[in-house]
C-alpha cells in the first residue's frame, strides 16, 4: 500500500490538464510552476486537455505511472478555474 506525501489529503495543485500519447495515454497535470503529475482516479469530467483546473489529492509516494512522466496525484476533488 502507499503512503502519502509531500502535501497528503485536501493539497491543492493548480495548473493545466494535459493528455499525452505516452504508453497509450495518459493524462497529466502541469503545474504554474511547470511540476507534472500524472493524475491517478480522476473522474471522466476532469479529462479535457488543455482546461484550468485546481485539483485537490495526495502524492502517492513510491508510485510511477507506466509513462514515468511525473509523481502520481490521486485525485480527491477538482474545480475548473476558466
Do not use: C
Given at each position: ?20 500519447d ?8 502541469r ?7 500524472q ?10 486537455d488543455g482546461?484550468?483546473a485546481e ?12 509513462a ?9 476533488g477538482?474545480?475548473?478555474l476558466d
Open positions: 500500500m502507499n503512503e502519502l506525501k509531500r502535501g497528503g489529503m485536501g493539497s491543492k495543485y493548480v495548473g493545466t490538464i494535459e493528455r499525452t505516452v504508453e497509450g495515454g495518459q493524462w497529466l497535470l503545474t504554474d510552476q511547470g511540476v507534472v503529475y493524475l491517478k482516479d480522476a473522474p471522466a469530467a476532469l479529462l479535457v482546461r484550468r485539483v485537490n489529492g495526495a502524492i502517492a509516494e513510491g508510485s510511477f505511472g507506466l514515468m512522466m511525473g509523481d502520481v496525484l490521486e485525485v480527491q477538482h474545480r475548473f
